[in-house]
């Protein structure tokens, strides 16, 4: 063969062997559903259905942790905390792809009883056989290594770790430092100790935490969402109606969709930009496949 | 002249038999059982608002109505039981000692197992009455000092500061113990647990200042059963010595007044009435035991003419006088606060000058008991010694939540007023300050924002700058700089309680004091 015959058929195989490398080995794009509407249990099974149903997250048998923002002594309305009726439709998704047992909880900020009270969701799931609402127990935090950037160990819930699902039902509110609280944030919920010292460098400290416990499926409840004044909130004029929810299993995604509603560029929040660069999702929506359910 | 106990033959004495069933017994029990059940379901249930008057035994307590009317001059409805039971004892005689308090039905439990020996003389007397006009003058010379010796607020404070903290502890930990036995298969015995801790326990592990205080004045009460029965109740209790007074000229009268000549049994039965051979009217708490175990069916309570005033007690000048010098000076003695104890002073919501809260506290323990987040701890020193129980907030420990107002639905006398809740959320405890020292921005060029997060006021008391600085290492950076919006800001203590800084809170809140120079 000539020299120059050999050194095309190199330089067309090497192209050709990336060209096939990337895209059959390549990742599929994530996938972000948004549902939209007044009937808030019904938006909540369109979006899981939109991400395959919800026989793609739970099997039978399972013991699913579905988490939500209870962290407020705040009624609904006020859009500190997740929905009720959000949460009580996800419960009951989950029961009937054959879960063993629901867990929901939260680490509250203000005080336990009142928030749980008044966040209005263990009212919402009393009752639903299998479904336990409980406050969150010194004895079973467990120490675990972590070994990340900020943080080496730190307490986490062992209902949590030791949970075949996990789901994160985080509420969109605004907050000073990190500019909103979204996904990735909700995970706090899940810590305990002294958690105000992780904020000194936030981003990295909730990148190690979502690196050591997995988020399966992450829906943002946007049905109602805080625009100032967060996370606490407390005035009816910094909430707004949205009456969405963004499901996804790509918590970065996820994060960076529900940052539009906020009027708010996804690389202007620093926790998202954090997570994404430590590889827990996707931050560039353009790479991402929307999904209006 | 008292005739000193002895007994040369054997007798079975009253004192160690069963208890006798009357209907004063009957009563006793439901009482202390209202009174049991009342304490229990003080507390946050699921409610803004406390359903039942868990303070009414305060607010029917005549001890209570009287101090608070010398000390504030006013009289508040809130306290109009107390009214009631005076004019019921005006007409019963002092039946609230045998039929209704709660001390006194615990005494009557217990005192059976104690042994006895010879009374106290030393206690006989006008001892009980020289300490009422004490309390009582002093309470006119505006220092309200009954609270520290009414036998309930005696019985409140040694359940909630020492028993029942500790009978939570003792089934937490065994609770605690089961999971690191069990693990996960504890929760076998998950519903038992919960049912106790949502119903009967104190849901948070909570050690009071002052417990050991507590303890020891509630057993000194029972160590003085060694002496004879109802020792308290007869000889010190300023709330019975009250009842005492207007029961001496009460309508119902026991007859016979005296001792039968061929009996006598009554010297025996009685606890608290016969130590002469005339009955004491004043002591008289009508438990009707001699009524139940006189042989000949002699004793009866029957409405009497009045036979002329005959006193109370004796020398009524002595003590009057000795009780208003001493009324006016002795809590003077007391008096002095330190300065620095002064500027973190934080009482309850709504509370507007310590000088008029300290006339009207009664130092019952219910605000400290119900309150939600256990930001409420008796004061020791830092009121003065005169001070002593009344509460104030300790932020770092536990602040007062937004968005309740137990305390002052529990208040028996309005000391900490009931606001209603939007009333309450702007009431006033004093206002935080930074400690630049210590807060990460100001002194480490570390983001932290904590404090602005948990602030409960909608508007946010606490705001921040955005600055731009260079780090240590000169790399530049971006810093959000707290400060307090004095304007907004109620002194609720969330953002000490939550500051991460580990050696000290970085944000404290401090009482509004007026100086004066």
Same mark, same amino acid.
């Not at chain 2, 005006?90 to 104690?114: K, M, Q």
């Not at chain 2, 020292?437 to 404090?451: E, G, T």
């Given at each position: 063969?000539? @020299?120059?015959?050999?050194? #095309?058929?190199? +330089?067309?195989? =090497?192209?050709?062997?990336?060209?096939? &490398?990337?895209? /059959?080995? *390549?990742?599929?794009?994530?996938?972000?559903?948004?549902?939209?509407?007044?009937?808030?249990?019904?938006?909540?099974?369109?979006?899981?259905?939109?991400?395959?149903?919800?026989?793609?997250?739970?099997?039978?048998?399972?013991?699913?942790?579905?988490?939500?923002?209870?962290?407020?002594?705040?009624?609904?309305?006020?859009?500190?905390?997740?929905?009720?009726?959000?949460?009580?439709?996800?419960?009951?998704?989950?029961?009937?792809?054959?879960?063993?047992?629901?867990?929901?909880?939260?680490?509250?900020?203000?005080?336990?009883?009142?928030?749980?009270?008044?966040?209005?969701?263990?009212?919402?799931?009393?009752?639903?056989?299998?479904?336990?609402?409980?406050?969150?127990?010194?004895? @079973?935090?467990?120490?675990? #290594?972590?070994? +990340?950037?900020? =943080?080496?160990?730190?307490?986490?819930? &062992?209902?949590? /770790?030791? *949970?075949?699902?996990?789901?994160?039902?985080?509420?969109?509110?605004?907050?000073?430092?990190?500019?909103?609280?979204?996904?990735?944030?909700?995970?706090?919920?899940?810590?305990?100790?002294?958690?105000?010292?992780?904020?000194?460098?936030?981003?990295?400290?909730?990148?190690?935490?979502?690196?050591?416990?997995?988020?399966?499926?992450?829906?943002?409840?946007?049905?109602?969402?805080?625009?100032?004044?967060?996370?606490?909130?407390?005035?009816?004029?910094?909430?707004?109606?949205?009456?969405?929810?963004?499901?996804?299993?790509?918590?970065?995604?996820?994060?960076?969709?529900?940052?539009?509603?906020?009027?708010?560029?996804?690389?202007?929040?620093?926790?998202?930009?954090?997570?994404?660069?430590?590889?827990?999702?996707?931050?560039?929506?353009?790479?991402?496949?929307?999904?209006?359910? | 002249?008292?005739?000193?106990?002895?007994?040369?033959?054997?007798?079975?004495?009253?004192?160690?038999?069963?208890?006798?069933?009357?209907?004063?017994?009957?009563?006793?029990?439901?009482?202390?059982?209202?009174?049991?059940?009342?304490?229990?379901?003080?507390?946050?249930?699921?409610?803004?608002?406390?359903?039942?008057?868990?303070?009414?035994?305060?607010?029917?307590?005549?001890?209570?109505?009287?101090?608070?009317?010398?000390?504030?001059?006013?009289?508040?409805?809130?306290?109009?039981?107390?009214?009631?039971?005076?004019?019921?004892?005006?007409?019963?005689?002092?039946?609230?000692?045998?039929?209704?308090?709660?001390?006194?039905?615990?005494?009557?439990?217990?005192?059976?197992?104690?042994?006895?020996?010879?009374?106290?003389?030393?206690?006989?007397?006008?001892?009980?009455?020289?300490?009422?006009?004490?309390?009582?003058?002093?309470?006119?010379?505006?220092?309200?000092?009954?609270?520290?010796?009414?036998?309930?607020?005696?019985?409140?404070?040694?359940?909630?500061?020492?028993?029942?903290?500790?009978?939570?502890?003792?089934?937490?930990?065994?609770?605690?113990?089961?999971?690191?036995?069990?693990?996960?298969?504890?929760?076998?015995?998950?519903?038992?647990?919960?049912?106790?801790?949502?119903?009967?326990?104190?849901?948070?592990?909570?050690?009071?200042?002052?417990?050991?205080?507590?303890?020891?004045?509630?057993?000194?009460?029972?160590?003085?059963?060694?002496?004879?029965?109802?020792?308290?109740?007869?000889?010190?209790?300023?709330?019975?010595?009250?009842?005492?007074?207007?029961?001496?000229?009460?309508?119902?009268?026991?007859?016979?007044?005296?001792?039968?000549?061929?009996?006598?049994?009554?010297?025996?039965?009685?606890?608290?009435?016969?130590?002469?051979?005339?009955?004491?009217?004043?002591?008289?708490?009508?438990?009707?035991?001699?009524?139940?175990?006189?042989?000949?069916?002699?004793?009866?309570?029957?409405?009497?003419?009045?036979?002329?005033?005959?006193?109370?007690?004796?020398?009524?000048?002595?003590?009057?006088?000795?009780?208003?010098?001493?009324?006016?000076?002795?809590?003077?003695?007391?008096?002095?606060?330190?300065?620095?104890?002064?500027?973190?002073?934080?009482?309850?919501?709504?509370?507007?000058?310590?000088?008029?809260?300290?006339?009207?506290?009664?130092?019952?323990?219910?605000?400290?008991?119900?309150?939600?987040?256990?930001?409420?701890?008796?004061?020791?020193?830092?009121?003065?010694?005169?001070?002593?129980?009344?509460?104030?907030?300790?932020?770092?420990?536990?602040?007062?939540?937004?968005?309740?107002?137990?305390?002052?639905?529990?208040?028996?006398?309005?000391?900490?007023?009931?606001?209603?809740?939007?009333?309450?959320?702007?009431?006033?405890?004093?206002?935080?300050?930074?400690?630049?020292?210590?807060?990460?921005?100001?002194?480490?060029?570390?983001?932290?924002?904590?404090?602005?997060?948990?602030?409960?006021?909608?508007?946010?008391?606490?705001?921040?700058?955005?600055?731009?600085?260079?780090?240590?290492?000169?790399?530049?950076?971006?810093?959000?700089?707290?400060?307090?919006?004095?304007?907004?800001?109620?002194?609720?203590?969330?953002?000490?309680?939550?500051?991460?800084?580990?050696?000290?809170?970085?944000?404290?809140?401090?009482?509004?004091?007026?100086?004066?120079?």
């Amino acid at each position: 063969m000539k @020299r120059r015959d050999f050194l #095309k058929l190199c +330089g067309s195989s =090497l192209l050709a062997g990336n060209w096939l &490398a990337r895209n /059959l080995w *390549a990742k599929e794009p994530s996938v972000v559903a948004v549902s939209e509407g007044k009937d808030y249990a019904q938006i909540t099974r369109s979006v899981i259905d939109a991400l395959g149903g919800i026989k793609r997250f739970v099997k039978a048998g399972d013991i699913v942790v579905v988490k939500p923002n209870m962290g407020w002594d705040r009624k609904p309305e006020f859009a500190a905390t997740t929905h009720p009726i959000v949460m009580k439709t996800i419960a009951e998704e989950c029961l009937k792809a054959g879960a063993k047992r629901v867990k929901v909880f939260d680490n509250p900020c203000n005080e336990p009883r009142r928030s749980y009270e008044n966040s209005g969701i263990p009212a919402a799931l009393k009752g639903i056989e299998n479904v336990e609402v409980k406050q969150m127990e010194e004895e @079973r935090y467990k120490k675990t #290594k972590i070994n +990340g950037v900020a =943080l080496k160990e730190w307490e986490l819930y &062992a209902d949590a /770790l030791s *949970a075949n699902v996990f789901i994160s039902v985080p509420i969109a509110k605004h907050h000073s430092l990190t500019r909103l609280t979204l996904g990735c944030k909700n995970v706090m919920g899940i810590m305990g100790g002294n958690r105000g010292y992780i904020h000194r460098d936030i981003e990295e400290a909730l990148a190690d935490v979502n690196s050591t416990v997995k988020t399966h499926l992450v829906i943002v409840d946007a049905t109602r969402i805080l625009t100032n004044h967060g996370p606490s909130g407390g005035s009816l004029n910094d909430v707004k109606v949205l009456n969405k929810l963004i499901a996804s299993t790509d918590m970065v995604a996820a994060d960076a969709y529900a940052t539009g509603l906020f009027g708010i560029k996804p690389t202007e929040i620093s926790i998202t930009v954090t997570a994404h660069k430590r590889g827990l999702g996707e931050i560039d929506l353009t790479k991402v496949k929307l999904i209006k359910a | 002249m008292t005739r000193k106990v002895s007994n040369p033959e054997p007798v079975t004495r009253d004192s160690q038999r069963p208890l006798k069933i009357t209907t004063a017994r009957i009563s006793q029990l439901l009482f202390l059982a209202f009174f049991l059940v009342l304490f229990v379901i003080t507390d946050y249930r699921g409610q803004d608002e406390i359903s039942v008057a868990v303070n009414s035994f305060f607010r029917a307590d005549p001890l209570v109505l009287v101090s608070f009317f010398l000390a504030s001059g006013a009289f508040t409805w809130l306290l109009l039981p107390g009214l009631l039971t005076l004019i019921f004892t005006a007409v019963l005689g002092r039946f609230f000692c045998g039929w209704v308090c709660p001390l006194g039905t615990l005494l009557d439990l217990v005192s059976g197992r104690i042994r006895k020996t010879a009374p106290l003389l030393l206690l006989r007397g006008n001892l009980k009455y020289y300490l009422l006009a004490l309390l009582l003058f002093a309470a006119l010379f505006r220092m309200n000092l009954a609270g520290l010796m009414d036998p309930m607020a005696l019985l409140i404070r040694f359940l909630t500061f020492f028993l029942y903290p500790l009978v939570g502890y003792f089934f937490r930990q065994g609770w605690v113990g089961l999971y690191s036995l069990l693990g996960d298969h504890r929760d076998v015995l998950d519903g038992g647990y919960t049912f106790l801790r949502n119903y009967l326990l104190p849901f948070r592990e909570t050690f009071y200042p002052l417990a050991f205080l507590s303890l020891l004045l509630f057993a000194a009460i029972l160590f003085l059963e060694r002496y004879e029965r109802r020792n308290w109740c007869k000889n010190l209790c300023p709330l019975g010595s009250l009842l005492g007074l207007v029961a001496h000229f009460s309508i119902f009268r026991r007859l016979p007044a005296r001792l039968c000549t061929d009996c006598g049994d009554c010297k025996e039965h009685c606890p608290t009435a016969f130590d002469s051979e005339v009955l004491q009217k004043s002591n008289c708490i009508r438990c009707l035991e001699c009524h139940a175990r006189c042989r000949f069916n002699r004793v009866k309570f029957r409405p009497a003419m009045f036979k002329g005033p005959s006193p109370a007690f004796s020398s009524t000048r002595r003590v009057l006088l000795t009780g208003a010098l001493s009324g006016f000076l002795l809590p003077r003695l007391f008096a002095f606060k330190h300065p620095a104890n002064e500027s973190k002073l934080l009482r309850p919501p709504g509370v507007a000058g310590d000088d008029q809260f300290l006339r009207k506290c009664v130092r019952c323990g219910e605000c400290m008991k119900v309150c939600s987040r256990n930001a409420l701890y008796p004061a020791s020193l830092q009121a003065g010694l005169y001070g002593f129980f009344t509460p104030i907030v300790i932020p770092r420990l536990g602040y007062c939540e937004y968005n309740c107002n137990l305390c002052g639905q529990v208040c028996p006398t309005g000391a900490i007023p009931n606001l209603p809740l939007d009333e309450k959320k702007k009431a006033v405890l004093g206002l935080a300050v930074f400690d630049k020292n210590h807060c990460l921005p100001y002194a480490k060029k570390l983001n932290c924002m904590v404090c602005e997060e948990h602030c409960p006021i909608p508007d946010k008391a606490i705001r921040f700058e955005t600055v731009e600085e260079n780090d240590y290492a000169g790399k530049k950076l971006v810093l959000k700089k707290p400060y307090i919006v004095e304007n907004l800001c109620t002194g609720c203590g969330i953002c000490e309680y939550v500051c991460p800084v580990e050696e000290k809170a970085a944000v404290e809140v401090f009482a509004k004091v007026k100086r004066k120079i």
